[in-house]
């Protein structure tokens, strides 16, 4: 982080899944060892997570894997939370909520000693693409509380650090992969946004719901917004044996479940800014979360 403490300014204010979840006592995945914090003067570090229709924020401990990472940035997905229990169990983790995008189930928040400063009157969202009737209802069905969720979206917030530099962050999720023309627009149109904020650093996180890993349409966003993917190095973000439908699959087909484990989320990056770690991590979700340190 950067040298001395400066005051957070905050702004005021699916993949569909299967409910079935089972919480492996796994180790986190450290595809590059992570710099210790106290070190890394000029370094952020950056979470994304889906949180499965507010589990991980619900729940005790379910983020218990992020805290000894202290991200500085937090963006979650399926966020079905209320708006007060999701500020009330950020606090406990030390975060304060930036913006909250309840009819896309988006939200950003900042670590309480982060050096990133909000960019006031920064936050932007943007829709992608209304859910489908069956899509909302299998989101209603699933999160079993309920909630305002109905649409795909994308949340960005600018950020400021201690040297001035200017970072905007960029929160999303789209449809599931088998949607497959809905998922190209709304990547198509993800790509669009970004084009008018070319001069800014820009990281880029969320649930892309790419299966089994990034298609031709991500690829092609990438390219056209100048956006470097984060190597997960094969690493799954979605474990299949989650899943009774992928289960079942996997028995028809007489393969060993790891094989159809996917790639659903992803960090993306660009500007002044250099990779200096990666980790996933298990949380109580169905996805597993990336965690990014970057050196600004």
């Given at each position: 982080?950067?040298?001395?403490?400066?005051?957070?300014?905050?702004?005021?204010?699916?993949?569909?899944?299967?409910?079935?979840?089972?919480?492996?006592?796994?180790?986190?995945?450290?595809?590059?060892?992570?710099?210790?914090?106290?070190?890394?003067?000029?370094?952020?570090?950056?979470?994304?997570?889906?949180?499965?229709?507010?589990?991980?924020?619900?729940?005790?401990?379910?983020?218990?894997?992020?805290?000894?990472?202290?991200?500085?940035?937090?963006?979650?997905?399926?966020?079905?939370?209320?708006?007060?229990?999701?500020?009330?169990?950020?606090?406990?983790?030390?975060?304060?909520?930036?913006h909250f995008a309840?009819?896309?189930?988006?939200?950003?928040?900042?670590?309480?000693?982060?050096?990133?400063?909000?960019?006031?009157?920064?936050t932007r969202t943007?829709?992608?693409?209304?859910?489908?009737?069956?899509?909302?209802?299998?989101?209603?069905?699933?999160?079993?509380?309920?909630?305002?969720?109905?649409?795909?979206?994308?949340?960005?917030?600018?950020?400021?650090?201690?040297?001035?530099?200017?970072?905007?962050?960029?929160?999303?999720?789209?449809?599931?992969?088998?949607?497959?023309?809905?998922?190209?627009?709304?990547?198509?149109?993800?790509?669009?946004?970004?084009?008018?904020?070319?001069?800014?650093?820009?990281?880029?996180?969320?649930?892309?719901?790419?299966?089994?890993?990034?298609?031709?349409?991500?690829?092609?966003?990438?390219?056209?917004?100048?956006?470097?993917?984060?190597?997960?190095?094969?690493?799954?973000?979605?474990?299949?044996?989650?899943?009774?439908?992928?289960?079942?699959?996997?028995?028809?087909?007489?393969?060993?479940?790891?094989?159809?484990?996917?790639?659903?989320?992803?960090?993306?990056?660009?500007?002044?800014?250099?990779?200096?770690?990666?980790?996933?991590?298990?949380?109580?979700?169905?996805?597993?979360?990336?965690?990014?340190?970057?050196?600004?």
């Amino acid at each position: 982080m950067m040298s001395a403490k400066k005051p957070n300014n905050i702004a005021s204010h699916i993949s569909v899944s299967l409910p079935e979840i089972h919480h492996p006592a796994s180790q986190p995945a450290i595809l590059n060892p992570m710099h210790p914090r106290q070190n890394a003067s000029e370094h952020i570090i950056i979470a994304t997570a889906n949180v499965h229709f507010g589990d991980a924020i619900r729940l005790d401990g379910g983020l218990d894997s992020l805290r000894d990472l202290a991200p500085d940035i937090l963006m979650l997905q399926e966020v079905t939370n209320s708006a007060d229990e999701l500020v009330r169990q950020l606090k406990k983790d030390g975060y304060d909520l930036i913006h909250f995008a309840p009819e896309y189930g988006l939200a950003i928040a900042i670590h309480a000693s982060s050096k990133l400063s909000v960019v006031p009157n920064s936050t932007r969202t943007y829709e992608l693409q209304k859910m489908s009737a069956i899509e909302y209802r299998m989101a209603q069905r699933f999160a079993k509380l309920p909630h305002k969720m109905n649409a795909h979206g994308l949340q960005m917030v600018r950020f400021e650090a201690e040297d001035g530099q200017i970072l905007t962050v960029a929160n999303t999720r789209t449809t599931v992969s088998s949607n497959r023309f809905d998922r190209r627009k709304q990547v198509a149109r993800m790509g669009e946004l970004f084009e008018p904020i070319l001069q800014d650093a820009l990281i880029v996180g969320g649930d892309m719901n790419h299966f089994p890993g990034p298609q031709r349409a991500d690829i092609k966003m990438c390219q056209k917004a100048g956006l470097r993917r984060v190597d997960l190095a094969s690493e799954p973000t979605w474990h299949a044996r989650n899943s009774k439908l992928y289960r079942k699959i996997a028995r028809l087909r007489r393969k060993p479940i790891e094989e159809l484990h996917g790639e659903l989320d992803a960090l993306l990056y660009r500007g002044e800014l250099e990779l200096a770690s990666v980790k996933v991590v298990d949380i109580l979700s169905d996805h597993r979360a990336i965690v990014g340190e970057f050196a600004l």
